[in-house]
């Protein structure tokens, strides 16, 4: 794009969104694509400045899009990135009016959470060779994901002096900046103490950090990382789980509705901000509630 101020509020807003809003890396990159792209088809209409776009730029964009046959879930996503990014440039007084304002976001069907049954949670996490040191660490993490619930960002932010292991529990730094302690269960909790007396001294080397998850170059573990580790573990376990880290966000909170816990607890947890968010696992249990009826009731 051309000229160095737009470009420089590009910069700004990837600063805003790592500093106050504490946005992972990738989303971070995923805000800049969207941004990056729009903007890429703003040139091809001699527009090369954000506050150059109008409401008709934007509908030609969208008109665009689904002539390439973008999912709707793929549209709303890249516009929500693109009001994010305009709302930005009104805080910072750059521009005085938001094209993106009258823009609606395309339905789209909500996708109930995906989960894993305990059996499979089970198998999963007795996969590890914790005999050794990297077998050791993947165990840990996958007993935090599941114990806790916490983002793949927060554990890959997690620090040796995050773990409280009297008390069992996890200080998380989550989205916008927010702290929240999170129960992490006895299972993890031993999990973590073999990881931090055995394997994490020797993944550290010589290095010197805080972060708690390590590589195998004793430096810290990613988020992409992660996702990694976990999709070994899902090739060894069946070609038919769909597993990500999130899944075991997903799993946390529909075993504890499964078992009675109420929807508040469960937010405070989760670290969501709207209950909305957390309501959406009532749907999964209730899903189940009914194939077992289904399955169990004569009168079905």
Same mark, same amino acid.
């Given at each position: 794009?051309?000229?160095?101020?737009?470009?420089?509020?590009?910069?700004?807003?990837?600063?805003?969104?790592?500093?106050?809003?504490?946005? &992972?890396?990738?989303?971070?990159?995923?805000?800049?694509?969207?941004?990056?792209?729009?903007?890429?088809?703003?040139?091809?209409?001699?527009?090369?400045?954000?506050?150059?776009?109008?409401?008709? *730029?934007?509908?030609?964009?969208?008109?665009?899009?689904?002539?390439?046959?973008?999912?709707?879930?793929?549209?709303?996503?890249?516009?929500?990135?693109?009001?994010?990014?305009? #709302?930005?440039?009104?805080?910072?007084?750059?521009?005085?009016?938001?094209?993106?304002?009258?823009?609606?976001?395309?339905?789209?069907?909500?996708?109930?959470?995906?989960?894993?049954?305990?059996?499979?949670?089970?198998?999963?996490?007795?996969?590890?060779?914790?005999? @050794? *040191?990297?077998?050791?660490?993947? #165990?840990?993490?996958?007993?935090?994901?599941?114990? &806790?619930?916490?983002?793949?960002?927060?554990?890959?932010?997690?620090?040796?002096?995050?773990?409280?292991?009297?008390?069992?529990? +996890?200080?998380?730094?989550? @989205?916008?900046?927010?702290?929240?302690?999170?129960?992490?269960? @006895?299972? +993890?909790?031993?999990?973590?103490?073999?990881?931090?007396?055995?394997?994490?001294?020797?993944? =550290? @080397?010589?290095? #010197?950090?805080?972060?708690?998850?390590?590589?195998?170059?004793?430096?810290? =573990?990613?988020?992409?990382? $992660?996702? #990694?580790?976990?999709?070994?573990? $899902?090739?060894?376990?069946?070609?038919?789980?769909?597993?990500?880290?999130?899944?075991?966000? *997903?799993?946390? +909170?529909?075993? =504890?509705?499964?078992?009675? +816990?109420?929807?508040?607890?469960?937010?405070?947890?989760?670290? *969501?901000?709207?209950?909305?968010?957390?309501?959406?696992?009532?749907?999964?249990?209730?899903?189940?509630?009914?194939?077992?009826?289904?399955?169990?009731?004569?009168?079905?």
């Amino acid at each position: 794009m051309d000229g160095s101020q737009p470009d420089s509020m590009l910069l700004l807003f990837k600063q805003y969104l790592q500093i106050e809003k504490n946005a &992972s890396p990738l989303t971070i990159i995923n805000y800049e694509k969207d941004i990056l792209a729009f903007m890429e088809f703003m040139k091809q209409h001699a527009v090369s400045d954000y506050a150059a776009v109008s409401y008709v *730029h934007v509908r030609a964009y969208l008109s665009s899009l689904n002539e390439k046959q973008y999912s709707r879930r793929s549209i709303a996503r890249k516009l929500s990135s693109l009001r994010s990014f305009y #709302r930005f440039l009104m805080r910072e007084e750059y521009l005085d009016s938001n094209p993106f304002k009258m823009v609606s976001t395309p339905k789209i069907e909500k996708r109930l959470p995906s989960f894993l049954y305990p059996k499979e949670v089970e198998m999963l996490l007795s996969l590890p060779d914790e005999t @050794k *040191h990297l077998g050791m660490r993947d #165990r840990t993490i996958l007993e935090v994901l599941y114990g &806790s619930g916490m983002r793949v960002s927060e554990l890959a932010g997690l620090t040796v002096r995050s773990i409280d292991m009297i008390i069992g529990t +996890a200080l998380v730094f989550g @989205k916008g900046a927010k702290e929240r302690y999170v129960p992490l269960g @006895k299972y +993890a909790i031993e999990a973590y103490k073999k990881y931090i007396q055995h394997a994490r001294p020797a993944l =550290l @080397k010589e290095n #010197r950090t805080d972060i708690l998850f390590l590589n195998a170059r004793g430096e810290p =573990l990613t988020d992409r990382s $992660v996702r #990694r580790m976990i999709n070994k573990y $899902v090739e060894q376990a069946s070609e038919l789980l769909k597993v990500s880290p999130h899944t075991f966000r *997903h799993t946390f +909170a529909t075993h =504890l509705l499964d078992n009675g +816990a109420d929807l508040r607890s469960v937010q405070e947890m989760l670290g *969501h901000s709207n209950i909305s968010s957390t309501q959406i696992y009532t749907h999964v249990t209730k899903e189940r509630l009914r194939m077992v009826y289904n399955q169990a009731h004569p009168r079905a």
